[in-house]
C-alpha cells in the first residue's frame, strides 16, 4: 500500500492531496504537481517563467531531498505550462538541475493553471536507491 507525505519544506496542501507518495518497497516515489510557490504558498515570480521553473525545481529538489532523493533519481517528469515558448526558454536553467541523462519528459501547454499568476506545474516520478531511501516523516 503507497505511503503518503508532506514534507515541512514545501508549501502546505491546499485542497485534497498529498504531495507525495512513496510505491512499494519504498524505492519508487511519486510527487505531486509543484508550483513555482514558496513556503507560505505566495507565487514566485509572477510573469516570469525563468524564476518559476526554477522555484518549481527547488520544490521537486526539496520534496525528494525529504526522502533522501536527488534530481538524479527522476525517471519521468509531467510539464504543464501556460506559455510554451516561454518555457522553451528555460532550457539553461533546467540543464543547471539536470545533467545527461536526461528524465523522461511531456510538456503541455495548458489554459491555465490554479492561480492566474503560476505559469508552471512539474510532477514527477523518480526511483531513489534503498541505502539513500528515507522513510518519510
Known amino acids: 500500500m503507497p505511503r503518503?507525505?508532506?514534507p515541512p519544506t514545501v508549501w502546505k496542501p491546499f485542497s485534497t492531496f498529498s504531495m507525495g507518495a512513496v510505491q512499494g518497497d519504498?524505492?519508487?516515489?511519486?510527487?505531486?504537481?509543484?508550483?513555482?510557490?514558496?513556503?507560505?504558498?505566495?507565487?514566485v515570480g509572477p510573469g516570469d517563467m525563468h524564476t518559476q521553473v526554477r522555484q518549481t525545481l527547488d520544490n521537486v529538489k526539496a520534496m525528494l531531498s525529504h526522502v533522501g532523493?536527488?534530481?538524479?533519481?527522476?525517471?519521468?517528469?509531467?510539464?504543464?505550462?501556460?506559455?510554451?515558448?516561454?518555457?522553451?526558454?528555460?532550457k539553461e536553467v533546467r540543464e543547471s538541475?539536470?545533467?545527461?541523462?536526461?528524465?523522461?519528459?511531456?510538456?503541455?501547454?495548458?489554459?491555465?493553471?490554479?492561480?492566474?499568476?503560476?505559469?508552471?506545474?512539474?510532477?514527477?516520478?523518480?526511483?531513489?536507491?534503498?541505502?539513500r531511501f528515507k522513510e518519510p516523516a
Open 4 to 6: 503518503f507525505f508532506n
Open 69 to 90: 532523493g536527488e534530481l538524479r533519481d527522476i525517471f519521468s517528469m509531467t510539464h504543464h505550462v501556460t506559455d510554451i515558448r516561454a518555457f522553451m526558454g528555460t
Open 26 to 43: 519504498g524505492r519508487i516515489v511519486h510527487l505531486k504537481g509543484q508550483f513555482p510557490l514558496d513556503l507560505e504558498g505566495q507565487v
Open 97 to 131: 538541475y539536470f545533467s545527461p541523462p536526461y528524465p523522461v519528459t511531456t510538456t503541455v501547454q495548458v489554459a491555465s493553471l490554479f492561480h492566474r499568476d503560476v505559469m508552471i506545474e512539474i510532477t514527477a516520478i523518480a526511483e531513489i536507491p534503498r541505502e
